[in-house]
């Protein structure tokens, strides 16, 4: 397929397509742009892993870093005002997408401190400040599905503020953050607030299941289990979306969409491919449907370019993910219980490793 193709999965297929990449090198030298002009880039996510990636040993933060730690005395305030920067400008540049969307897409996400990680007062007051702080209207705060994430999530949405749950491993998370929604929109309603204002996505990892799952079918190495390699994490997104549909397609949310209430997509995230015996799209081309992102790097976003197929291919593939869904559980695969918090718990302290690693290096430069 040509690189102009991607620009038409939204309007064929009804999928959007994010970039999972933030830099002041590609706000600055115009990648950003390029990409959503000719990639079909419709929004964006970033993460303290990508942050440590942008800053450290980039000249373009030299001089903000020496000038805000003049102002600031916490290495973390600096961080903040640091960076804001970046998001304010991806802001403005994903603006005309989130207009014309009437707010579908176009919007930028800023992950919360992974400190915070299970503290949901200062997971919701650390979101009412970064909001102020950014001051555009097509900022999604990250917050992970923790039990205190969600919690908090909660609260947001009642309070109006745009939500990206990141760090989605298991049903069960998908499960109790689309109910925790619908109760926060509820809330929302009742105090007077606008329903149709307020955007929520729910973040669902796709490579970091396989790679862990694969490994405990090579242990488990029966016949039956090896062949289920490389299928839990597609099986887990058909799972999630065919509980999306029944979420957000049924009775119970009809009476929130007659006020302009907003289904919470699923955002396919970590779809880049880890393993190399497996296709380098495959977390692209098989979760195309409606009303879904994907959020790629862009070594995966070019590869998709160049060689990926755009068809619908997770709608007619439920009844399949349901059966390898119940595969994996006969063959001894807990995936809500083991194979979810194991991942939530690595995932939250990559995360928190690359933060502290990002304020040592700002507080040293």
């Not at 390699?229 to 997104?237: C, I, Q, T, V």
């Not at 119940?326 to 194979?339: K, R, Y």
């Amino acid at each position: 397929m040509s690189q102009n193709d991607l620009s038409v999965l939204h309007s064929s297929q009804g999928q959007s397509l994010w970039l999972d990449n933030l830099s002041r090198a590609l706000l600055n030298e115009g990648q950003l742009a390029e990409l959503v002009q000719h990639f079909g880039i419709r929004g964006l996510t970033s993460n303290p892993s990508i942050f440590k990636k942008a800053i450290v040993g980039s000249p373009y933060y030299t001089e903000d870093i020496a000038a805000l730690k003049k102002q600031y005395d916490d290495v973390e305030s600096v961080y903040e005002h640091l960076v804001v920067k970046d998001i304010q400008q991806a802001c403005d540049l994903l603006r005309p997408i989130f207009d014309e969307s009437h707010g579908e897409d176009g919007w930028v996400s800023w992950e919360e401190s992974p400190r915070i990680a299970h503290n949901a007062t200062s997971t919701v007051a650390s979101a009412e400040r970064l909001k102020k702080l950014t001051d555009r209207p097509n900022l999604l705060i990250k917050v992970p599905a923790t039990d205190e994430g969600i919690e908090a999530f909660e609260l947001l949405i009642a309070r109006g503020i745009s939500v990206n749950v990141t760090l989605m491993f298991s049903l069960d998370q998908v499960k109790r953050v689309f109910a925790a929604y619908v109760r926060g929109l509820k809330a929302l309603r009742a105090s007077g607030g606008a329903v149709s204002r307020v955007r929520a996505v729910a973040s669902l990892f796709m490579s970091r299941v396989d790679t862990l799952v694969d490994q405990q079918l090579n242990e488990i190495g029966t016949e039956s289990a090896l062949q289920l390699r490389g299928k839990a994490a597609l099986a887990l997104g058909g799972m999630a979306y065919q509980h999306y549909r029944d979420v957000f397609e049924g009775e119970a949310f009809a009476e929130l969409a007659k006020f302009g209430a907003r289904s919470q997509y699923l955002l396919w995230a970590s779809t880049g491919t880890k393993n190399p015996d497996y296709s380098d799209v495959l977390y692209v081309e098989n979760l195309i449907a409606p009303k879904t992102i994907n959020t790629l790097p862009e070594a995966t976003l070019k590869a998709f370019a160049d060689h990926g197929r755009i068809a619908s291919t997770l709608k007619p593939r439920l009844a399949e993910d349901k059966k390898v869904w119940e595969a994996l559980a006969d063959v001894g695969i807990d995936m809500d219980g083991t194979v979810g918090h194991q991942l939530l718990d690595e995932g939250l302290d990559q995360f928190a490793q690359a933060f502290e690693d990002l304020l040592a290096a700002i507080a040293q430069s």
